[in-house]
C-alpha cells in the first residue's frame, strides 16, 4: 500500500520599511496578502535594521521581536481569514491577511 502525504507548501513573507527613505518609518509585508492551503508554513523574514513582530489580530500566534535577518514561521491547521499586524508599528500600522482554503479548493 503507497500512502500519499499530504504536499505542505512553505510561502516566505518579507517584512521591512522603505530603504531609499531614511527617515520612512512606514513599514510592509511583500506580500501581504497570501492564500495558502491547510498545513502549509507561512515564515517571515526581517530584511529591515528596524525590529519587526508578527502578531495575529485574534491572538493566535505571535512572533515576538524579529530583528534584521531573522524568521520566524507559523503552521496554519485550520481554514479561516487572519488578519495579522506589526504591533511595533502602530503608528504607521504594518498589517496583512492569510487566508487558509481546505486542500483541494482552488487557492
Known sequence: MNLAKPNHNTVFIEMGTNQTDPFSVKGFYSPNYVEITVGDEVV??????????????????????????????????????????????????????????KQGSSV
Open 44 to 101: 517571515w523574514i526581517n530584511k529591515d535594521f528596524r525590529p519587526h513582530s508578527v502578531e495575529s489580530l485574534d491572538g493566535l500566534f505571535n512572533s515576538g521581536w524579529l530583528k534584521e535577518g531573522e524568521k520566524w514561521g507559523y503552521r496554519f491547521q485550520k481554514e479561516g481569514i487572519y488578519k495579522y499586524r506589526c504591533m511595533l508599528c502602530f503608528c504607521n500600522p504594518m498589517e496583512g491577511t492569510i487566508v487558509v482554503k
